[in-house]
């Protein structure tokens, strides 16, 4: 049993202040939460040599030191890693050029999460998650923010599509919230201050829409 965390995740609940919830959280889950060596310099290593997100570092380091967080090792997969991001940065084009659609940390994670079978990754950022579990859609949502033509390599899609469709699961910090609501460890146990969280989540970068964030409320009302 296994979660992988990606930096967009763990900067959303840095930034929120709830990095505490992953103790409890994990306790309950009984599995490992990993962070990939790439996800260690993204997060822990660059925000040491910044005075804006120094603290934040800190408090993942003392969830490093505690074992709440593991570092899985990405030589085990780089073979996966290269080909994952050679495949998905070499499928969609602009003006002929390839679009670079995802980040290291985010590839290291998932070709790390399809090798131990994980039960997900944990991404809050849009775009990945879009390429993970519909990448067929992508296109559109480019045209969309580029406002220009896309193209699709068909054969490196499909060749994705082969490796990584269906096989992980993907959740965001307010799949977390959600959890640490219910046990209990948000400020309170009403449905206004889990509306309030996930708000929060949002604009610290969780990739969450307004009338996914009223469907839970009404979920758990």
């Known amino acids: 049993m296994s979660i992988f965390f990606d930096s967009s995740t763990l900067i959303s609940l840095a930034t929120t202040c709830n990095l505490h919830w992953l103790q409890d959280l994990k306790k309950a889950y009984g599995g490992e939460f990993f962070i990939?060596?790439?996800v260690?310099?993204?997060?822990?290593?660059r925000g040491l040599q910044s005075l804006r997100f120094r603290y934040e570092a800190h408090r993942l380091k003392?969830?490093?030191?505690e074992g709440v967080l593991k570092i899985y090792?990405?030589?085990?997969?780089?073979?996966?890693?290269?080909?994952?991001?050679?495949l998905i940065n070499n499928t969609f084009f602009a003006r002929g050029k390839a679009l670079s659609i995802v980040q290291a940390g985010e590839i290291t994670?998932?070709?790390e999460a399809l090798k131990e079978n994980a039960d997900a990754v944990a991404i809050d950022e849009r775009t990945t998650r879009l390429v993970?579990?519909?990448?067929?859609?992508?296109?559109d949502l480019l045209e969309k923010k580029l406002h220009t033509d896309i193209s699709v390599n068909k054969g490196n899609l499909k060749r994705w599509q082969?490796?990584?469709e269906d096989k992980i699961t993907v959740i965001r910090s307010t799949e977390f919230a959600i959890a640490a609501w219910k046990k209990g460890l948000l400020v309170d146990k009403s449905k206004d201050a889990l509306t309030?969280?996930?708000?929060a989540l949002k604009f610290a970068g969780c990739a969450i829409s307004e009338s996914e964030i009223n469907i839970y409320s009404k979920r758990f009302a």
């Open 73 to 86: 090792p990405e030589a085990q997969v780089s073979a996966q890693i290269n080909e994952l991001m050679f």
């Open 132 to 139: 993970i579990e519909n990448p067929d859609a992508l296109a």
């Open 36 to 38: 990939s060596p790439t």
């Open 62 to 65: 003392y969830l490093l030191d």
């Open 162 to 164: 082969d490796l990584v």
């Open 196 to 199: 309030g969280m996930l708000w």
């Open 109 to 111: 994670i998932l070709a």
């Open 40 to 45: 260690n310099s993204e997060t822990i290593g």
